[in-house]
């Protein structure tokens, strides 16, 4: 009878220990990764802050409320369930406005966590931020009044032209005048409004941007009959949504989210709606996809082997 009760024991201790040796794994997959950088802020403070401009239509601009809608917003809202999912927590929107000027220092300083508008991606601001993957493509052309004998960069000689602050355009428009001994006379604007308000009143020639910003400008004032854009691409520009360099977590979550973006037809769906359909102003910009956007989409949806 004794040698049986050990028996038990023995038994009994033996699948509590093998229990303890399956339920190992489970414990160690469900335990959570420390958090660092962006994801460790946004866990504590229950926020994330994103950046946003007024008047980058499609990309980020205000609605009638007021409210920052457009592409770019509907992409960081994506990545913003990807964050909430990354640290197991809900999180409220801080929308904190920026400029073109303001940005990138906005970014590198912790009042926003991601900047949602219009962005080039190049070298010189990688050395201080980091960027998503592309997510459009664009290049600096000049909008006139239709009439204007304005039709290439050349017929910029001694014009004045309008700018906005920050932009690479404006460095284009300077290194193109320099070059080429034009004699442009830059006008530097606050924002995107501002520098189309310039032609607007006459006080500017011309104004260079991103085409799409030049387009979307145009039909949200629905103005199609008074502007157009005119000649050669002066730039390459690949957008993407900056966020704090050095932060190797939020990346990952990042670069994941537009991956499965990219993969399930989110980012066409979403570039279909502020391209190809009519804005809140009931006007369309009507720009399909460039060949280098849909190869650039169709990479990112391939998963690294």
């Excluded at 050349?154 to 404006?170: F, M, P």
């Excluded at 502020?274 to 956007?293: C, H």
């Amino acid at each position: 009878m004794k040698a049986k009760a050990t028996l038990s024991v023995l038994l009994a201790g033996l699948l509590v220990a093998a229990a303890l040796v399956m339920a190992a794994p489970a414990r160690a997959q469900q335990a959570p990764e420390t958090l660092t950088g962006t994801l460790a802020k946004v866990r504590e403070t229950g926020a994330i802050a994103i950046g946003y401009r007024e008047s980058s239509v499609p990309f980020s601009f205000l609605n009638a409320r007021r409210e920052p809608i457009g592409y770019s917003i509907e992409l960081c809202r994506a990545l913003v369930t990807a964050i909430e999912d990354a640290v197991n927590k809900s999180l409220t929107i801080k929308w904190v406005p920026v400029t073109s000027d303001s940005r990138i220092d906005a970014v590198v300083s912790g009042a926003v966590d991601l900047e949602c508008g219009s962005t080039t991606n190049n070298l010189e601001r990688q050395k201080r931020v980091s960027f998503s993957p592309t997510m459009f493509v664009s290049g600096t052309k000049v909008l006139v009044k239709k009439g204007s004998p304005i039709k290439s960069f050349r017929d910029l000689a001694g014009k004045r032209v309008a700018v906005t602050a920050g932009t690479t355009n404006e460095k284009t428009l300077r290194d193109l005048s320099q070059k080429f001994k034009l004699g442009i006379q830059l006008l530097v604007a606050h924002d995107h409004a501002d520098a189309f308000g310039l032609v607007k009143n006459g006080e500017a020639d011309a104004f260079a941007t991103d085409d799409v910003l030049l387009y979307g400008l145009i039909a949200r004032d629905a103005a199609k009959a008074q502007y157009e854009v005119v000649g050669d691409y002066l730039s390459y520009d690949p957008y993407g949504i900056m966020y704090r360099k050095g932060d190797a977590q939020l990346g990952k979550v990042i670069n994941d989210t537009f991956q499965v973006l990219a993969e399930d037809g989110e980012i066409e769906r979403q570039y279909k709606r502020w391209f190809l359909r009519k804005l809140p102003t009931g006007e369309s910009i009507n720009l399909p996809m460039s060949a280098q956007l849909e190869a650039i989409i169709q990479t990112m949806s391939v998963k690294a082997e």
